[in-house]
């Protein structure tokens, strides 16, 4: 099983509904984080959480809310999906006690708004 | 304003031949990521570059980091076609993590190598 594991894979919806992406990690990672990768702009930090009582904007939050329900669990909502919300989501963990930080990210969340 | 700029964006090369890939940012870092993501696939992390003058190197990828000069280099050395992929560095701004308070992680827009025979 994988170590950050999102679901859904892949989902497609229709301007203005509401989509939750989950993300569930085995790591014993204190630190999660949303981004987003649209082509030819890298990674993007929406929301980030060092622990489960710390929640934290990234740099481009809006449009987004995020629920960290356990150490294990955080997830990404879309109160109403628009069409420029397309794109790759990953999540990801890091270890507050590693020094360095290093990111482990899951297989990403691919979602369409129609 | 915190960038993270990486040239280049697009990078087709032979088997055989080196090349390195530049990333530089915009102010004080002493932390600084490289992730291989491979087509379709999630990001996996290469290394990390925690102070200057640091040089790490796994295979034919070598890593470097000038903190002064606010810049890192991906050396690839004799590429195989196992090496195309896209290259991102990651450069940390702000409090160390374990401090607890917050910093940003800012990604390069990534280099897309295309290694051919």
């Known amino acids: 099983d994988a170590d950050v594991t999102q679901t859904p894979r892949n989902r497609i919806t229709k301007t203005g509904k509401r989509i939750m992406l989950e993300c569930s990690q085995t790591?014993?990672?204190?630190?999660m984080y949303w981004y987003r990768q649209d082509p030819g702009l890298g990674l993007r930090l929406i929301y980030y959480s060092f622990d489960v009582k710390d929640i934290n904007k990234g740099e481009i939050s809006d449009g987004y809310s995020v629920s960290r329900q356990a150490q294990a669990k955080f997830s990404l909502s879309l109160e109403s999906a628009i069409p420029n919300q397309t794109a790759l989501y990953f999540c990801?963990?890091?270890?507050?006690?590693?020094?360095?930080?290093?990111?482990?990210f899951g297989a990403g969340s691919r979602l369409t708004v129609l | 304003e915190l960038k993270v700029e990486q040239n280049p964006l697009f990078l087709s090369m032979q088997e055989g031949k080196n090349y390195t890939i530049y990333c530089n940012y915009s102010?004080?870092?002493?932390?600084l990521y490289w992730y291989r993501q491979d087509p379709g696939k999630s990001l996996e992390s290469l290394f990390v570059?925690?102070?200057?003058?640091a040089v790490k190197q796994e295979g034919r990828l070598m890593a470097s980091l000038d903190t002064k000069a606010r810049l890192s280099t991906l050396h690839i050395t004799a590429a195989v076609h196992d090496l195309s992929a896209t290259y991102f560095c990651?450069?940390?701004?702000?409090?160390?993590?374990?401090?607890?308070?917050?910093?940003?992680?800012?990604f390069g827009k990534g280099t897309k190598l295309s290694v051919k025979p």
């Open positions: 990801a963990t890091s270890d507050r006690g590693s020094g360095a930080n290093v990111l482990t």
């Open positions: 990651a450069v940390y701004f702000g409090p160390r993590p374990n401090g607890g308070s917050q910093g940003n992680l800012i």
């Open positions: 570059l925690l102070s200057n003058g």
């Open positions: 790591k014993g990672h204190d630190r």
């Open positions: 102010t004080t870092s002493d932390r």
